[in-house]
């Protein structure tokens, strides 16, 4: 397996092929989005989940990195991106897109949004972050920022004006960097993302705890776009959903921090929906 990268545009694009005779896109290439839901710092991981995938559909893979929901969205609606693993507020929002497969742990389909602080600060409670710099990833990501706020919206608490000051750090990668730093003095992360840095005992983890957790919530999916072929869509659902059954799978399923992929349908993110729809939602 060859790898490459380049950009094109404003797009990060690594090339994992199992032939890999020219840098072009071929007509059977399938192009994987990767927005903030995982560690894009894991390179390495991300490379050993499309070499999997590439060499069981017998394609070149074409991961994809974008620097928003709203731009990974248009680009899987448009069709320029076949997959992408979006933020499920950013599925629950636009109009109806395949789900491919959903990352499980313990507690099946779901994750949580933690509230991350240094391991030598006293905090026991979120209250006490009150006038305190705090840290989202952005305005679009559910466990980055939307979830939170809610919480604390149901509460009697506006999250912009509890903490001070806010900053927004673009990904759950960068909020940790900016916890671990001391520029702020708590953050809201993916828990799937911090259980993935985790599995790669990442040193930025071991100066940080989880103050708090909301959820469950449902988690993360990989979507299709609407005109990838249905046999194409099959095939790669079946090579997801099979992972957990052999043990290259099962390594990189543990690197990611998850037990398999499950199959659900768009009724699993009504709750989010609902969450989105209130008169809380930030």
Same mark, same amino acid.
């Given at each position: ?63 994809? #990195? ?56 006293? #905090? ?16 679009? &990501? ?48 993916? &828990? ?34 609407? &005109? ?49 729809? &209130?008169?809380?939602?930030?």
């Amino acid at each position: 397996m060859r790898i490459l990268i380049r950009c094109l545009g404003a797009w990060l694009v690594l090339v994992v092929s199992t032939t890999a005779p020219a840098l072009h896109l071929s007509d059977n290439s399938v192009r994987f989005g990767f927005t903030a839901v995982v560690s894009r710092s894991d390179i390495d991981t991300i490379t050993q989940l499309l070499g999997y995938i590439s060499e069981r559909l017998d394609r070149d893979l074409w991961p994809v #990195f974008t620097s928003s929901q709203d731009e990974m969205n248009r680009l899987v609606l448009s069709g320029a991106v076949d997959l992408a693993w979006i933020d499920p507020a950013g599925f629950a929002t636009e109009r109806p897109m395949p789900i491919v497969a959903v990352p499980s742990r313990e507690e099946g389909p779901y994750y949580y949004s933690y509230i991350i602080v240094r391991s030598d600060h006293d #905090f026991t409670e979120l209250a006490e972050l009150q006038g305190r710099p705090f840290a989202f990833s952005n305005l679009q &990501s559910f466990s980055g920022a939307l979830a939170p706020s809610y919480e604390m919206a149901l509460n009697g608490q506006l999250a912009n004006r509890f903490f001070r000051p806010v900053i927004y750090t673009d990904d759950h990668d960068n909020t940790i960097k900016a916890v671990a730093g001391g520029f702020v003095d708590g953050g809201s992360i993916s &828990s799937l993302v911090f259980h993935q840095l985790e599995s790669r005992a990442s040193g930025l983890l071991n100066s940080l705890r989880v103050l708090e957790r909301f959820g469950p919530y449902p988690a993360p999916p990989i979507v299709a776009s609407p &005109s990838l072929q249905n046999d194409v869509l099959s095939e790669i659902r079946l090579i997801l959903l099979s992972m957990h059954d052999d043990d290259e799978g099962r390594a990189i399923l543990n690197r990611l921090a998850i037990h398999q992929f499950d199959s659900v349908d768009r009724n699993h993110y009504r709750p989010i929906k609902d969450i989105l729809d &209130s008169s809380a939602a930030p």
